[in-house]
Structures are given as C-alpha cells and as structure tokens.
C-alpha cells in the first residue's frame, strides 16, 4: 500500500485528532528539555508535522526523511515558515556520510515492517555518544486496559479503525520496547510516559477539561510510562 494512502489520518478532521495534538505537541518539548540546539538532528517521519514544527525551530541542524510526497506537501501547506531540511525518501533507503548527535524516531516503529532493522541502521548513523529518542503508542495504557476489561477490546494488543487507519501494524508495551531497543544494540537511559489518558477519546472530548489539567496528565504521565497512551525512551548504542 502507498505510503500516500494514509494522508487522510495526517489532516485536522482525523477522529484521533485530539490525542495527536496532546502528545505530539509534548514529546517534542521533553526531547528539547533533553538536548541542546547545536546537537546534528535527523528525524524519521513527518507525520502530522507538529515535531518537524518545533524541531526545526529549535535545532540549528536539522535534518527529516519521509517516503510520502503527499505527506511532505501537507507539511509544506501547513508549516509554510518551516526551517527543515527535508528528505524525500524511505527510512530504508536512507544513506548519509554524517553522523547524528540525536535521532528521532517518533511514532515510527509501529508503522514499518521490519523495526529492528530500522533501529540497527540508524545506530550506526549516531555520533559518538549520540541519543536516540523512540517514542511508540503503548497498548497498556491506563484507556486500554480499561477498554479491555470491559470488553471493549479484545485485549490491549488490538488494533483499532484510527490505527489502521494511520498504518499502525503493532502496539508496544514497556518490556516489548526495551526488548526490541536493546537486541538492535542500544542501552536505555531513560523512560518515559506520554499522556496518561484515563478513558476514550470521546469521553475525553466531552469532558471539555482545561488545558492545565490536560498538561498535568502529560507531567504525570512522565513517571509512569507503563500507564500512559504513548511511550518515549532515551537510548545510546553499546556497540
């Protein structure tokens, strides 16, 4: 399927919208608490453009690759000012003589086929004492497992219409990830919570709740990274 197929998912009436704009919006600020405006930045994915927004305002080098041209065109319409430098290209084919101080993989690995494999090519595309920052959708989350006890998922693994709609292949766990980062060479430094989300989207929605309180349910969510909606961990090669 082309990669072009999902834009629907990347444009402002998506039904997950809500979720995106919180968590998108965050993750990027806690990376940038983390790291310094010289760092050398290669991000995976433009996604809904919110990251590359902030990133390229941020970091002086910064570098993006996607494999869709409509999601890249979208980007451009949205984020006209943008200061990224763009690749069009997929992560797969990405080949590059500089190496990166930090690498970005934000809500990537859910999509690709092969994730380890992905998580090993960039590896060795880090700097010496280089960060890489995954973060991923966490099926444990404090929503599913409500959802899966009262039977409205079948268990917290299952895929739902917005994640196939948005491509998504997979869930990640805590354990899964670690696993996954550290038999692809890297050891983990740091993990995190996004978002600790406690119902459904459409409850959330409904709720009308202030900005505070959404932003206190991202600082909170920071310490528990088993419950929260998404995942982000720090991690360097030891290879």
């Known amino acids: 399927m082309s990669l072009d197929s999902h834009l629907p998912a990347y444009k402002p009436d998506f039904a997950y919208q809500f979720d995106n ?8 600020k806690r990376i940038m608490a983390l790291t310094e405006p010289g760092n050398n930045v290669l991000e995976l994915g433009i996604g809904h453009g919110y990251t590359c927004n902030h990133f390229s305002d941020y ?12 999601v890249i065109s979208n980007f451009k319409q949205v984020f006209p000012a943008s200061k990224a430098e763009i690749v069009e290209g997929f992560f797969e084919d990405f080949s590059s003589e500089r190496k990166f101080d930090v690498i970005i ?10 994730p380890k494999d992905i998580l090993e090519k960039y590896r060795e595309l880090l700097a010496p004492g ?6 991923v959708p966490n099926a444990e989350s404090l929503h599913r497992r409500f959802g899966a006890a009262a039977g409205l998922l079948d268990n917290v693994l299952t895929l739902g219409e917005g994640d196939l709609v948005l491509g998504h292949q997979r869930y990640y766990t805590v354990a899964s990830l670690t696993s996954e980062l550290e038999e692809a060479g890297y050891s983990i430094q740091r993990k995190e919570g996004i978002f600790l989300k406690p119902v459904t989207t459409q409850q959330m929605i409904s709720l009308d709740l202030r900005s505070d309180i959404i932003d206190g349910m991202c600082k909170v969510g920071i310490d528990y990274p088993e419950l929260s909606a ?6 360097t090669s030891n290879r």
């Open 21 to 28: 704009e919180i968590m998108l919006n965050w993750y990027p």
């Open 59 to 70: 970091f002086h080098h910064y570098v993006v690759i996607d494999g869709s041209e409509s």
């Open 105 to 114: 993989m934000g809500f990537v690995l859910e999509h690709v086929d092969r």
């Open 130 to 135: 280089g960060r890489c920052f995954v973060s």
């Open 230 to 235: 998404g995942l982000l961990f720090e991690a």
